[in-house]
């Protein structure tokens, strides 16, 4: 049964964002523990997310930015039976619906590049039900709060997030989270 996320980002506003190897080592030694995990490969993935959890973190992947998988919700269950990842992150709302069916976290990924993009958010969350979005960039604060008004899902600022700066922003635009491949953003709260 899925903890209230919510509650899990209330309590850890700083994910770590990670895309290499690199970042997985720092990561694990970081105090961060929600991960967004944006890089690995079938071969791969598995072993990532266990030395995630391994730490006592909270493993996403990002399943659209794993290497060898398709768009087919077979790779929804090869993710939830092979890794023991907590959630999973996409930009397909069909994704989405696949792992809210087998009781992922699910966080549906936005880039907001323009108003046709931004007025897709909230058809989209109705569309797929995630459990939170994440808007990129979020350095953005004006249209993080328009995107407040508009959803009832937790948020979570992502893209662009490069120093404390950004973070008080975000949070303070009404942000639930922000996430960041920064290490120097990971340690800000």
Known sequence: ?????????????IIAAIN?????????HSRCKVVFILYGSLCSIANIVHRVKQE??????HVDLIEGTSTKDVVIDFIKETTGADGIISTRAAMIKAGN?????????FFLIDSMSFHNVSRQVSLCSPDCIEIMPGCIPKVLRSIQKIV???IIAGGLVSDKEDVVAALGAGADAISSTSTRVWDQI
């Open 1 to 13: 049964m899925k903890e209230d996320i919510l509650n899990l980002l209330s309590d850890n506003p």
């Open 20 to 28: 290499s190897d690199e970042g997985l080592e720092n990561v694990l």
């Open 56 to 61: 006592g973190k909270y493993a996403f992947v």
């Open 101 to 109: 069916s087998r009781g992922l976290y699910t966080i549906h990924r």
């Open 152 to 154: 009832t899902v937790p």
